[in-house]
């Protein structure tokens, strides 16, 4: 029974930092693609970032630069570092694990994602 809990979450004013955390459990094997995805009020769940077993990440166009994504193997956790942060960044943010991928490329589509955290709000005031 695989389980993801989320924690880190919280409003902060523009320019301010944010970091998510999500531990996993109940994992009988590694999933090859893990990541990050936000949704806004009246609108589709989209990729932030995501990354694979060994490393490789990919960020969303608006993103670069500001959020990291990181893993800890040893911890089962999953990290989401959010610096200089905008107004545009506020939703709900839900980590998900197992993937799809082609190539070593992990799909950005939150259809291909199996398993799914319970989504932890961000907000970012002006």
């Known amino acids: 029974q695989v389980q993801l809990v989320e924690s880190g979450g919280g409003s902060v004013q523009a320019g301010g930092s944010l970091g998510l955390s999500c531990a996993a459990s109940?994992?009988?094997?590694?999933?090859?693609?893990v990541g990050w995805f936000r949704q806004a009020p009246g609108r589709e769940r989209e990729g932030v970032a995501t990354?694979?077993?060994?490393?490789?990440?990919t960020y969303a166009e608006d993103v670069k630069g500001r959020f990291t994504i990181s893993q800890d193997h040893a911890k089962s956790t999953l990290y989401l570092q959010m610096n200089s942060l905008k107004p545009e960044d506020t939703g709900m943010y839900y980590c998900?694990?197992?993937?799809?991928?082609?190539?070593?490329?992990?799909?950005?589509?939150?259809?291909?994602?199996?398993?799914w955290g319970q989504g932890t709000q961000v907000t970012v005031s002006s």
């Open positions: 109940g994992f009988t094997r590694s999933y090859y693609c």
């Open positions: 990354i694979n077993t060994d490393g490789a990440t």
């Open positions: 998900a694990a197992d993937g799809l991928y082609y190539r070593g490329r992990c799909f950005f589509a939150a259809g291909h994602y199996k398993y």
